[in-house]
């Protein structure tokens, strides 16, 4: 193995896009295990919803009306894991998920 050097210059914007690129990952691994598809477009899509979405319901509702509904348990899942990796008990739009830069809190 080959040693790993932390690079003393990284700032926050760079530590934000690694959050963003595994939450990405995540996020259609999990889609891969419900839906048997695991597409890194998808996993946008449904990262930009749910930093604009509020609670868990109001992440449902907006996928359904843009057409995407998914299995509660698997709303679920991605509304918990968002917000989790975004380090909120809600889906706020935070910077580490290059979402907008307005965060909702209850």
């Given at each position: ?19 963003r ?61 968002i ?24």
């Amino acid at each position: 193995l080959l040693p790993i050097r932390i690079m003393a210059g990284h700032n926050a914007e760079d530590t934000s896009a690694l959050v963003r690129i595994s939450l990405l990952s995540k996020i259609a691994q999990l889609l891969e295990n419900h839906l048997g598809v695991g597409d890194k477009t998808l996993a946008e899509f449904l990262l930009d919803i749910c930093a604009s979405s509020r609670s868990l319901d109001e992440f449902s509702s907006q996928l359904h009306e843009a057409g995407a509904p998914l299995p509660p348990q698997l709303c679920s899942s991605l509304f918990r894991l968002i917000s989790t990796m975004n380090g909120s008990s809600t889906g706020s739009g935070g910077d580490a998920l290059g979402g907008s830069a307005h965060a909702h809190k209850s």
